[in-house]
């Protein structure tokens, strides 16, 4: 979003004083909580809000969070306004990360799909349903990179690689924000990449703490998501909470000015993320809260989000002291100003909230749902042919496991304003679809497992607690399964067990699930696993005794509709991996873009007890349809540094059944200023082909494609070497031509 200069905006900060500055830097969540509420995390926070309204009260707030309901929203509006001396609304902000009341397959899920025009669809869904109630800014899209499968926000981002990374993350701006002109549409909303940067690559995986990641890997795989994002328009940016290479993101000046606006050219605003001002005084970075509110705001952070007693409220007496300008708040005050413009809040502060309710029950958002789920499940294993299923042929159908009737889980995590009478799960779903005269028996196999410790989180959502005997419900579940043609077994992780504050150190099935898998395996009736989760789960004696095995991740509302469409053939699986899935926990982190070292022969056999190689790579997912790749053709066998190469290859539909492939090309450099990855993602295509259809996909590898940044010489090379171009399925393709750039 680029901000131009307004003479609204700067006739109101003529006006302002250095409080009415400071106000509008401030955010604040807006709690509906019983009182006596507390939490491990944050204490009493009953009180708070009484804190707020005050706050609104007195002009000091510039921005609210956490409120979804229009009557509130618009109360909470009137408020405001009446209480700041210019009249100035307030900006409503909210997790609207895969759907407010329509709830979309989870982030990872979309990601899955390798296709933009899925993704900036269903986004455009969850935007208007949240500016139908007064929400204009989403803190979405999630844009870190994964590699390491025990941290659990993985599911809010779209994998390991910078390019899907990328394309991905600008398709939501797109879909959220709609096309990223100065003034935004009337159904979308401001997005907010986050967290800027590095979050992911957390020590450990465990959520909040530190990353330390070299300045190669910085500018090659975590920062380009980014920088696609704001390309796309993006007119926020929410900065990390932990410490980047020893400096907390919150406070470091590098990485919010030098990077995020000189290198970048970001002309949004930057909030925090909850808290993350205060924290740093927990890093022992400041020495107390005016220090904290200075040295962010001095760093580029314009808006503080905070559950109570802000840091930025100190300001006003950083002001009086000298050691902040009042041209530095200014220039933080002016981008909010030039946000809350963009949205149309100075003309039309109000929500309709007659309209809200008809646009949360447009049945067309459903829709949009289904077809997301669809098309982003993943199709892992399918040994003889068991799916898709023949509903004709069928009597009894067993439908096993704790998430199979589970309306919420079927939602997934980070998700507050959903309808669970409306959920479809996959036993409805399977019902359904089959009717009448097939018997879907239920057992639910296992009891849910809970966590060891409390959650912030809890207080909004209290976890379900486990039901049952382990040996009755296992017993059951065979009994049913011995009893039936198919068994489904739908298994993985609770949906609070994955996403914020939800990492985890072993990546086995929970609980005694894997116990229930063997045992219904142990049958003999065949057994389809259709997995529930939004990370790589430990699937080494699945992938060899199962015949069939379909990652659904967390469907959304419409979800059981999905998974039942896919196991019977209405629809062909099509998602591909964005990530990629290791044996097992050991292995992690893991991705593709490994670069070559010592003993290569030996790559695959790095650990003394188990391969080095992934259980599935990333890119992967069969279809129901099947797919041959001709011989990889270049355009030239050179070119200049500046130069383009054409590569094609004819791809042929070889079944008998329509199908979608995403076709994919891997570069590597042989030589050069730095080592370069053996399969670095380079382009792909979503080729829908008929049956027995051929089409031939080009791909286009020129100078941007090519260059990268070197640690060698500090800046982005472009090399004169030779490269190997490879195209296939997912990164182990073996379909190869080479080029040389001059």
Known sequence: MTVAPSPRVEELLARMSVADKVGQLIQYFSFSLPEGATSDVVGDVAGQPRAVDAALDAGGVGSLLFVTDPARINALQRRAIAGNAHGIPVLFGFDVIHGLRTILPVPIAMAATWDAGIVERAQAVAAAEARAV?????????VDIARDARWGRMIEGAGEDPLLGGIVAAAQVRGFQGGGADRIPADRILAGPKH??????????????????????????????????????????????????????????????????????????????????????????????????????????????????????????????????????????RRLLAAKE??????????????????LADPAHRDVARATAAASAVLLRNEGGVLPLDASALSQVAVIGPYAGSKRDTLGPWVFDYDLDETVTILDGVRARLGTAVTVTHAAGVPRVTREFPSLFDMFEPPVPPTGDPDELIAGAVAAASAAEV??????????????????????????????????????????????SGRPLDLRWASEHVPAILEVWYPGTRGGEAVADLLVGDATPRGRLPFTWPRSVGQ??????????????????????????????????????????????????????????????????????????????????????????LRKLTAFRVVELAAGATERVAFTVGPDQRRYWSAATRDWTLDAAEFEVYVGPDATAERSATFRVR
């Open 134 to 142: 007064g929400i204009r800014w989403t803190f979405a899209p999630m």
């Open 588 to 677: 992690v982190p893991m991705h593709h873009a490994v670069t070559r070292s010592h003993d290569p022969q030996k790559q695959g056999q790095r650990y003394w007890d188990e391969q080095s190689t992934p259980l599935y790579p990333f890119g992967f997912g069969l279809s129901y349809a099947t797919f041959s790749y001709g011989e990889v053709a270049v355009s030239t066998p050179e070119c200049d540094r500046d130069g383009r190469i054409e590569v094609t290859v004819e791809l042929t539909n070889t079944s008998a059944i329509d199908g979608v492939e995403v076709a994919q090309l891997y570069l590597h450099q042989r030589s050069g200023t730095s080592s370069r990855p």
């Open 196 to 333: 800027f940067a590095g979050y992911g690559a957390a020590l450990g995986g465990r959520d909040y703490d530190q990353s330390e990641i070299s300045d190669q890997e910085l500018w090659n795989v975590y920062l380009p998501p980014f920088r696609a994002a704001i390309e796309a328009g993006a007119g926020n940016i929410m900065a990390a909470y932990m410490d980047l290479n020893g400096v907390p993101a919150s406070g470091n000046r590098w990485l919010l000015t030098d990077v995020l606006r000189d290198a970048f050219g970001f002309e949004g605003f930057v909030v925090s993320d909850a808290n993350s001002v205060k924290d740093l005084e927990t890093h022992h970075f400041a020495e107390g809260p005016t220090d904290a509110g200075v040295r962010a705001l001095q760093a580029g952070l314009d808006l503080e989000m905070a559950i109570a007693d802000p840091a930025f409220a100190h300001l006003v007496d950083a002001v009086e002291s000298g050691r902040v300008s009042e041209t530095e708040l200014d220039t933080s005050v």
């Open 342 to 359: 963009a949205l149309g809040l100075f003309d039309d502060p109000y929500v309709d909230e007659e309209a809200a309710a008809r646009v």
């Open 487 to 532: 068994a489904i077994l739908v298994l993985g992780e609770n949906q609070e067990m994955i996403g914020e504050n939800a990492s985890r150190a072993s990546l086995e099935l929970p609980g005694a699930q894997q116990r229930l898998l063997e045992e219904v395996v142990a049958t003999g009736t065949p057994v389809v696993l259709v997995l529930m």
